[in-house]
């Protein structure tokens, strides 16, 4: 792998000369990190709380596949509807006030549920009026998710030093997937199959009850002490850059991104390859269930899959992370292997899955956790490197909610097509075989520069010009 350096940028010499406020790294940017990752497990469980036990759901409510798979689609739909908005308001006012509105936003979504255990709206007038409390509860999961979803690189990048930004990226994007997991691990536990209807609708209605307080104390916390950005900046680079409650133009960000520039065009680049990879893998996460139940899989082995795919995920996302910041200039390297990799274990899985060729649940397994662990791998990179690209004339969280738009598209898409009368489900499994070595290409010929990174790492003594290209490319 060559690594080619680049002239100096002149804007961010200056800025970087201009600056006199101390850097310092502060203890309080671990619980800035642990209250946010609190906020997205829980938005992730409680969007993430029917298809797991679509079962129990069906026989007690009487919602088919169709059904509930467009209760997770609701979500995703409006927070593609508000990520706009809300990425614009993080820019304009910074942190705070839009993580405390996210976090009253998910307290709203359960809240709503528990409407149903109230006697006389719940079971008493069936399920019509049920499901439109749930679709109101998943818009305000929606509308909550608009942070989760795209904000965890804004944050490493006012709170973390250089050498930590990809890490915290990776542990806070962590977080999603963990209540993903707890979706899978918890529901068809608390609520197991075996149970009468009434038993099993009071086991429903405790978890309404247990997401709606946590959610309520995650909003204290938040409203007790989550600035927008520490008294002292990290690292260069955050110390001469807006934070988002001054100066600044009122979606401004996103004006630069559609106006034609290079910086904007490299970064809707970027958030295609981002949304093929992980858009398309979320919305075929989400209804694995319903995917493997044609297979003969059990309600209670999906949920042991669907936990370790995202647990794995986890794992990855923090691996790559860790790597990233011990080997500068080198995501572009780590995402092609992830992917390449990813690519090996998918088509080993539909092969399985689909009778082509033999094994036992041990292939079933082995394929499928790899396959989750190498997808998920890549992710929090590509969040880092979306501020790469963007740095200095693009806000950050104007430029991270990009790749949220992108996934949450490609999402809503996949669902929305997941259900089609006569469909069988195989088609999602060749699907992601097919999405891999398109990334690939893509991530090929994507030109990765850090001029971020190199503008950080200058600034503390190391010799490294502004721009650093990794594994070639030309765009």
């Not at 409006?78 to 405390?100: E, H, K, N, Q, W």
């Not at 934070?243 to 401004?252: M, R, S, Y």
């Not at 958030?271 to 995917?291: C, D, E, K």
Request: aromatic share 12%; glycine share 8%.
């Amino acid at each position: 792998m060559e690594l080619r350096y680049f002239s100096s940028d002149i804007e961010i010499r200056d800025q970087m000369a201009s600056t006199e406020r101390s850097i310092r790294e502060l203890v309080a940017r671990w619980w800035v990190l642990c209250i946010f990752s609190l906020l997205a497990i829980v938005q992730a469980a409680s969007w993430n709380i029917y298809g797991p036990i679509s079962g129990t759901i069906t026989e007690i409510y009487g919602w088919d596949d169709n059904t509930i798979s467009w209760l997770a689609n609701t979500a995703n739909i409006s927070l593609f509807v508000a990520l706009p908005f809300m990425s614009a308001a993080i820019d304009y006012f910074g942190l705070r006030p839009t993580i405390l509105l996210a976090s009253v936003f998910l307290t709203l979504c359960t809240i709503i549920r528990c409407v149903e255990t109230i006697p006389g709206i719940g079971m008493d007038s069936k399920a019509k009026s049920t499901l439109a409390v749930t679709f109101i509860s998943m818009i305000f999961n929606g509308l909550s998710g608009t942070l989760v979803n795209f904000i965890a690189p804004v944050i490493s990048f006012f709170w973390f030093p250089a050498e930590q930004r990809a890490l915290s990226t990776g542990l806070m994007s962590a977080a999603a997937p963990i209540g993903v997991a707890a979706g899978f691990l918890v529901g068809p536990r608390v609520v197991p199959i075996d149970l009468d209807q009434e038993e099993k609708l009071f086991r429903i209605h405790a978890i309404y009850w247990g997401e709606a307080l946590i959610s309520i104390v995650i909003m204290i916390s938040i409203v007790i002490y989550f600035p927008s950005k520490p008294d002292s900046p990290p690292t260069h680079s955050a110390a001469t850059r807006q934070d988002g409650t001054e100066k600044l133009e009122l979606g401004g960000g996103y004006k630069k991104i559609v106006s034609g520039s290079r910086e904007g065009l490299r970064l809707l680049y970027l958030a295609l390859i981002f949304g093929l990879m992980n858009g398309i893998y979320a919305g075929w996460l989400a209804v694995l269930n319903q995917n493997l139940h044609r297979y003969g899989i059990s309600q209670s082995d999906t949920s042991w899959l669907g936990t370790g795919l995202v647990l794995v995920g986890c794992l990855g996302g923090i691996v790559s992370g860790f790597l990233a910041d011990r080997l500068a200039g080198k995501m572009k390297t780590i995402i092609l292997i992830s992917q390449g990799l990813a690519w090996v274990f998918f088509t080993w899985f539909t092969l399985y899955i689909s009778n082509y060729i033999s094994g036992g649940r041990v292939t079933l397994f082995v394929s499928l956790l790899f396959a989750g662990l190498l997808v998920s791998t890549p992710l929090p990179l590509f969040m880092e490197l979306s501020l790469e690209t963007a740095y200095p004339s693009i806000e950050e969280g104007s430029a991270a909610s990009v790749l949220s738009l992108s996934s949450t598209l490609l999402q809503i898409l996949f669902l929305a097509n997941a259900f089609t009368p006569d469909s069988d489900l195989s088609w999602m499994n060749w699907l992601m075989i097919a999405t891999m070595p398109v990334c690939m290409l893509l991530t090929i010929v994507f030109q990765a520069k850090y001029p971020r990174l190199g503008a950080d790492l200058e600034a503390k003594g190391t010799k490294m010009n502004i721009f650093v290209v990794d594994s070639g490319g030309w765009f």
